[in-house]
């Protein structure tokens, strides 16, 4: 095959490796300058993680008619138990008049009264700051206003800053923090991965390489898709490293497991590398097409952050499929056979492809499949009930692992305030006329605690007016309140909208179950269509995607379990399912797609048991160090102060390993062996008669005896 008409050989001519590492040393080049911008082309704010078309979305393109933008108010709280003294009082007040008048950056100098609570041991007063879209103003003025406040604490005396403000100010110091913790434990993680799976000084730099060039080149492209409209937090940002660093190591490994296979075959290392491309190409590519697929199915989703997730996140799987298919492969042709030093594959040297690992499960395996293969259901099964404890109780004060002073405050005022003081519901009403009248229907309406009241807009025919609810405006009784409240004024006008904290919230969750429910039926549809087209087969793609399900409820209901009963959170993030669904099932069927077109390879010439038996022993080892990597990637996700991520990093990472490791090497195989030929139906392999002796024994034996 020319070099010049295939691209899964472009990097594997004698001059095409030259022509790759040019290539890309002018994508990184021209690129560069956009990477130290993808930072500041993150949204952080609400209306990136809100529904497109949600109340609370267009309450906020409301409040413009009142301010040229959102502004969000510090809510400074001030508390001793044994009741405020006239220090305490002074305090504040010089506090409020210090920040009003220091110029600081986002602050809004108008004053807003002290508040004092009716115990007599609290009081708050609110800063409005107007960031100018800018996170970084918002997060500045907050730090600022804290420095102030901050020193007047002790003796006592209780200061904190909360609210909309500081829950956002705390939010973004943690995300502007995810890309340097995450790249950095990312990047040392899987070189200490590589260098163990192969034992070189030398070849686990490569791979490296090639992930970093494809991680800097995402970055580039994905400011330029932020600049297109595409949304993109901090969420979005930290598993896009992740996924370019876990699937690009994956396709790494598997492409030199294959080259140094073929490097024992051909004596020249370009033919060894192009018959490497073309036998392992095509799973490959299926491979990132499939998680492709899967991800820009979200782009059906109505959450503004899994919408921008999607293409963002199948941009770096293409990248990164590309970078190993074309710089790595140059990368190891200009470093010869040498870089596999001490365990160099020479020309003619005896095969070592085989694991006597896996040969070993596959030849038990192979004993008795259908006892294994409905034994690792079953036990696949009891883990899937642990589904049943689900619970989508994490709220967004919960959604810290360490103390921040936003929650603190937000507890601090609860101890005198109306817990819904610190976040208050706002509701926009059109016409003005009629604000009076929805204000007297949100008075009446259950769990409200106070009406404040209404203001018209300086221009437009608008009013608004703030609500303080009864609950902890982060929890399910406000968010029941928040939809009494736009069934209530709902019937006074067709344009009253019910936006804040509380409302915001409760749309985002609304909006994640409602994604889970339409998206999750597409990905299975795209990832059945792909495994199709590889394996030519109806058969094979049924029996597998029933085996990651399997696995992924396995794995959802074990971290349920875990994230109850050993991290002690008191739910999940309504956003886990889907996200974990995906991974999951489009990063599982990975290695299923890895380990059934080798034995479709194999069983063109050995019969499928054979096959499939060959199969196991030749990529088990590599398929199982892909699934360490790919799960340490995402368990690196855990050094961050977040739940959700933390939650997303422990069930992917599990799920990716009991894959790999059960599903992969036992469950698959077991089914595959009892089924026989069947598994390729309707394709010719499942006509071709299946001889079976020797069929127990090593493949190396088995050869000799042939």
């Not at 095409?16 to 130290?36: D, R, T, Y």
């Not at 800018?134 to 604490?153: F, H, K, M, P």
Request: proline letters at 6%.
């Amino acid at each position: 095959m020319n070099d010049r008409s295939n691209v899964l050989t472009l990097a594997s001519g004698r001059r095409a490796k030259w022509l790759a590492l040019g290539f890309w040393l002018l994508v990184v080049v021209a690129l560069f300058p956009s990477v130290g911008r993808f930072e500041s082309a993150q949204q952080n704010d609400a209306a990136s993680f809100l529904p497109g078309d949600a109340q609370s979305t267009r309450a906020l393109a409301l409040a413009r008619s009142f301010e040229q933008e959102e502004q969000p108010p510090a809510v400074v709280v001030y508390r001793r138990e044994s009741g405020l003294t006239p220090d305490d009082l002074r305090r504040a007040e010089e506090d409020q008049a210090a920040i009003l008048s220091a110029g600081i950056e986002g602050v809004v100098p108008a004053p807003v009264p002290l508040q004092p609570s009716a115990d007599g041991k609290a009081l708050i007063f609110l800063v409005p700051i107007a960031p100018g879209g800018e996170i970084e103003i918002l997060g500045g003025a907050v730090e600022a206003i804290r420095e102030r406040v901050s020193a007047g604490a002790g003796d006592g005396l209780q200061i904190a800053v909360t609210g909309p403000a500081g829950f956002a100010a705390d939010a973004i110091e943690v995300f502007g923090s995810i890309d340097v913790q995450l790249l950095g434990a990312t990047a040392a993680l899987v070189a200490v991965l590589l260098l163990l799976t192969y034992r070189s000084p030398f070849l686990w730099l490569l791979p490296l390489v090639a992930v970093g060039f494809a991680e800097i080149t995402t970055r580039g492209l994905g400011y330029w898709l932020a600049r297109s409209g595409v949304t993109i937090n901090g969420q979005t940002a930290g598993l896009l490293t992740v996924l370019v660093f876990g699937a690009g190591t994956d396709y790494a490994l598997l492409l030199i497991a294959r080259y140094r296979e073929e490097l024992r075959r051909h004596e020249d290392k370009h033919a060894a590398m192009r018959q490497a491309l073309r036998r392992a190409g095509p799973a490959l590519v299926a491979s990132a097409a499939t998680v492709a697929a899967a991800l820009l199915c979200l782009l059906a989703a109505e959450l503004n952050s899994n919408r921008g997730l999607g293409p963002v996140a199948a941009l770096g799987i293409g990248v990164a499929l590309l970078s190993m298919m074309t710089l790595l492969p140059a990368l190891l042709l200009l470093a010869g056979r040498g870089v596999f030093w001490p365990y160099i594959p020479r020309f003619g040297s005896p095969a070592r492809e085989e694991s006597p690992l896996f040969g070993a499960v596959g030849r038990a395996v192979a004993r008795r499949p259908r006892a294994v293969w409905v034994g690792t259901a079953l036990l696949l099964g009891l883990l899937a009930l642990g589904t049943a404890r689900t619970s989508f109780d994490l709220y967004s004060d919960d959604a810290y692992r360490a103390s921040v002073e936003s929650v603190e405050g937000a507890k601090l005022l609860e101890g005198s305030f109306p817990p819904g003081a610190g976040a208050a519901t706002t509701i926009y009403v059109r016409p003005a006329a009629s604000a009076a009248a929805a204000a007297d229907a949100a008075r009446g309406t259950d769990g409200v605690a106070e009406v404040l009241p209404p203001e018209t807009a300086p221009a437009g025919d608008v009013a608004r007016f703030s609500v303080i609810l009864a609950d902890d405006p982060y929890s399910a009784p406000a968010f029941s309140t928040v939809e009494r409240l736009r069934g209530t004024v709902g019937e006074i006008t067709d344009g009253a909208l019910v936006g804040g904290p509380s409302a915001e919230e409760a749309d985002v969750r609304t909006a994640s179950l409602r994604d889970a429910r339409v998206i999750v039926p597409l990905i299975l549809v795209a990832v059945l269509l792909i495994l199709g087209l590889l394996l030519r087969s109806i058969v094979a793609p049924l029996l597998l995607m029933a085996t990651v399900i399997l696995s992924f409820l396995a794995a959802f209901g074990a971290s349920v379990l875990v994230f109850e009963w050993g991290f002690g959170f008191p739910g999940i993030d309504p956003s886990l399912p889907l996200l974990a669904f995906i991974f999951l099932v489009a990063l599982g069927v990975d290695y299923n797609i890895f380990l059934m077109d080798r034995a479709r390879e194999e069983a063109a010439t050995l019969g499928t048991r054979r096959g499939m038996l060959r199969a196991l022993a030749v990529t088990g080892g590599v398929i199982t160090a892909a699934g360490i990597v790919l799960a340490g990637t995402f368990a690196v996700l855990g050094v961050l102060p977040l739940v959700p991520l933390t939650q997303i990093g422990f069930i992917v990472a599990f799920g990716v390993l009991l894959d790999a490791i059960v599903v992969r090497s036992v469950l698959v195989p077991a089914l595959a062996l009892d089924l026989g030929p069947r598994i390729w139906w309707p394709s010719a392999l499942a006509r071709r008669r299946e001889e079976r002796p020797h069929a127990d024994r090593p493949l190396a034996e088995t050869a000799a005896a042939d």
